[in-house]
């Protein structure tokens, strides 16, 4: 069992930088990949960024390619979504998951509550 709890979000002008966090409880978080998803209102979930649990691999959606950076401090149990660059169809709610399986084919199993970043124009 691994609980998440996310933290960072916030208002943040269009182009400004926020970075958030996702503590996670539990002795096996450094074997777990993680990812950030997002959900817009009236819109579906959204992948936004994964981390493999040795940091060998990184996966981002194409919307975010080059102003987020996802990364993961093993030590400390925690991984960071880094926005940079940040438009208002960036603004959401901001989940972090747990996941397993195969690097090409993630299952996520835990999610955290999620917080709100919120992008003004």
């Known amino acids: 069992q691994v609980q998440l709890i996310e933290s960072g979000g916030g208002l943040v002008q269009a182009g400004g930088s926020l970075r958030l966090s996702c503590a996670a409880s539990?002795?096996?978080?450094?074997?777990?990949?993680m990812g950030w998803f997002r959900q817009a209102p009236g819109k579906e979930r959204e992948f936004v960024a994964a981390?493999?649990?040795?940091?060998?691999?990184?996966s981002y959606a194409d919307s975010v390619k080059g102003r987020f950076t996802i990364s993961r401090d093993n030590t400390k149990n925690t991984v960071y979504l880094q926005m940079n660059g940040l438009k208002p169809e960036d603004a959401a709610v901001y989940y972090c998951?747990?996941?397993?399986?195969?690097?090409?084919?993630?299952?996520?199993?835990?999610w955290g509550q999620g917080t709100q970043v919120t992008v003004s124009a």
């Open positions: 998951a747990a996941g397993r399986g195969s690097w090409s084919n993630l299952i996520y199993d835990y």
């Open positions: 981390i493999s649990w040795n940091v060998a691999y990184t």
């Open positions: 539990g002795r096996t978080f450094s074997s777990y990949p």
